[in-house]
């Protein structure tokens, strides 16, 4: 009986740490945030948008990766990288161009007549414009065969100006609000939104491409991220929350949809054109929706790779003027990497930092409500 126990205890551990099991958990938890939005939030159709976004994503993912290995659209692995990354050489990548694209196909579909649809079609430009950037980063980098494409000045450049046509127009349509609500504090930012908008989106969109490391880290995490800005906007009760709530939810699906096939060991990659488009969309929902404060608190993950690279280039920078040798604090960074080269499994640091996300967003919605 005892022997009998023990191999149960160690099946049912098995299926707790089988990645396919922790996945479909995650899809079960959004899918029940969906159902319990649409009972307390009623006519906005969460739980069937997300379910369609998720299966459109995911079959237009998978009937993706033939056709980018036909044209052999493969990732490049830095040699700089983690050894153990080397085997993923050769995964098709670019994927983005795929879940990204039905996220916002589906969108503008479903709120086209709406009276708010202008919001979404700007939100629409802004992440299609950022995929774009993506996208001729990944298709430099493949064409010279190593993974740097757009230099960093050229990238920031574009995102700049992105950014600052979208706050312009936002701001001229008021789409985004004068007063920035952060935490219980409301300020009056006046011409301050043209300088905090543009460093929103450049912030957000380089800590989401930070954070796209390990196979499933940033789709999983966007997934839930997506899910509590929508939480977020329904119990606020915005005036834009029959529009920007269901998008969210759309481009959560997508991201889990994804997800199926960018887990570990990933069949698919999103490449930058994935990465960028989801913080633009993430920073973008944020400041129509003046919940930059609740972003930063879900996007703690996000914030934390960022971080970690920040602080390792200043303070080996210092260290080497002041001592005349550079002094490291990570093992590698973005900051995955130094949990992964501390002999973490790549799947037990994807899902630590899904929990952690979903940490976050519950703390944040007790502050909220």
Not at 105 to 129: A, D, M, P, R
Request: glycine share 8%.
């Amino acid at each position: 009986m005892k022997k009998f126990n023990n191999l149960l205890n160690k099946r049912i551990v098995s299926i707790i740490n089988n990645i396919n099991f922790q996945i479909f958990i995650l899809f079960g938890l959004i899918f029940c945030v969906s159902i319990f939005s649409d009972f307390y939030f009623p006519n906005n159709f969460l739980t069937i948008i997300f379910i369609a976004s998720t299966l459109v994503s995911s079959f237009i993912s998978y009937r993706g990766i033939p056709i980018l290995e036909k044209i052999k659209i493969r990732q490049i692995i830095r040699k700089e990288g983690p050894k153990n990354h080397y085997f993923k050489q050769g995964t098709p990548t670019m994927g983005g161009i795929f879940f990204i694209t039905m996220g916002i196909i589906i969108s503008n579909i479903l709120y086209f007549y709406n009276e708010n649809y202008k919001i979404i079609l700007t939100l629409s430009l802004l992440v299609i414009s950022f995929m774009f950037i993506g996208f001729f980063d990944d298709l430099i980098s493949l064409k010279k065969k190593f993974n740097t494409g757009l230099t960093t000045n050229q990238k920031l450049i574009l995102q700049f100006l992105i950014s600052l046509f979208f706050i312009i127009y936002c701001a001229l349509n008021n789409f985004i609000p004068s007063n920035i609500q952060i935490a219980d504090r409301i300020i009056n930012t006046g011409n301050f939104i043209y300088p905090l908008g543009i460093f929103v989106l450049m912030a957000e969109s380089n800590s989401t491409n930070l954070t796209d490391g390990l196979d499933g880290l940033l789709s999983g995490c966007s997934a839930l991220i997506f899910t509590g800005l929508a939480l977020a906007i329904l119990v606020e009760n915005q005036t834009n929350a029959e529009t920007l709530a269901p998008f969210c939810i759309i481009m959560a699906g997508s991201s889990m949809g994804f997800l199926l096939l960018n887990k570990y060991p990933a069949k698919l990659f999103m490449g930058d054109s994935g990465s960028l488009a989801i913080g633009a969309s993430l920073g973008g929902v944020a400041l129509i929706s003046n919940n930059l404060w609740s972003l930063l608190i879900m996007g703690g993950v996000l914030a934390a790779e960022s971080l970690s690279v920040i602080l390792q280039v200043a303070i080996f920078k210092i260290s080497k003027q002041i001592k005349g040798k550079g002094q490291k604090i990570f093992l590698m960074t973005p900051i995955h990497h130094h949990f992964e080269l501390q002999g973490n499994k790549e799947t037990n640091i994807v899902v630590s930092f899904w929990l952690i996300t979903l940490l976050l967003i519950i703390i944040n919605l007790i502050f909220i409500i």
